[in-house]
């Protein structure tokens, strides 16, 4: 069964769980002060010339191959950066590979432990292969510009980063579905908002085709956050009784 919310003596993480040693530790801390002088203008001076001297994350590869169709396409494009593009288009692929894994977790934990019949798991799995068809969108959208789909962007690099904690939380065998489904509902917000930024982005540029398909995956995508957020409302309120 899905394990719920409970309170218990168990947990002592708080300072009222024992006053007596925690008053004795803020006496110590105000009895020894900082060792070294400064305020915390000094770290910020450190990290600022960290910042300054950093090199970006990574690079956009050139295109692997510019003939034929991929070559006139390049051509036609708006703008004078069309590389952010190709970016945006790798940040997407990466996302949407890391949402396929997402629901892959998603749909065994709500398998192991019987989740409530509100949630359905063919629902689920077919959210899991619509996340599949999007990679798959993005990665057609490269190779008609001439660019690999294997190749790391910046943008999938940082979304890769980004994603993780999420994927930890999913992933975790002790989180429980309902868990496990606000972490999905921050996905998919973040899914929805990166797909109205290509579309966005591919329409500047010129790509009606390109504009087509992504209009699609963002009507699944709609689906996607409308049905997890219904579901994540309704097992918060359920574990609360009301």
């Known amino acids: 069964m899905e394990r719920s919310v409970k309170m218990t003596t168990k947990n002592k993480t708080g300072i009222a769980m024992s006053p007596m040693d925690s008053q004795a530790i803020i006496d110590a801390a105000q009895k020894m002060p900082p060792s070294s ?5 000094m770290f910020t001076s450190v990290e600022s010339a960290y910042i300054k001297e950093s090199s970006p994350v990574g690079s956009v590869p050139p295109p692997g191959t510019l003939k034929g169709a991929a070559q006139a396409l390049l051509d036609k494009l708006s703008g004078e950066n069309p590389e952010v593009l190709i970016d945006k288009l790798g940040e997407r692929l990466a996302f949407e590979r890391t949402g396929a894994r997402l629901y892959e977790y998603l749909i065994t934990k709500c398998q192991a432990v019987q989740a409530d019949s509100q949630l359905s798991i063919d629902t689920l ?4 292969d ?4 999007h990679f798959k969108i993005v990665a057609r959208a490269l190779e008609s510009l001439g660019a690999d789909p294997t ?8 979304s890769a980063v980004a994603s993780m904690g999420v994927l930890q939380v999913i992933s975790d065998p002790r989180t429980s579905v309902a868990q496990s489904m606000e972490a999905i509902l921050t996905a998919e917000l ?17 790509l009606d085709e390109m504009v087509i398909d992504f209009r699609t995956a963002l009507a699944e995508e709609d ?16 574990q609360a009784g009301v």
């Open 223 to 238: 689906n996607h956050l409308r049905q997890i957020r219904e579901w994540n409302e309704q097992l918060t309120l359920k």
């Open 130 to 133: 619509e996340e599949e068809r």
């Open 190 to 206: 973040v899914d929805h908002a990166g797909w109205e930024l290509l579309i966005q982005l591919a329409d500047k540029m010129g």
């Open 125 to 128: 799995r077919r959210f899991r």
């Open 37 to 41: 002088a400064g305020d915390k203008a």
């Open 151 to 158: 190749a790391q962007t910046p943008g999938a690099d940082v």
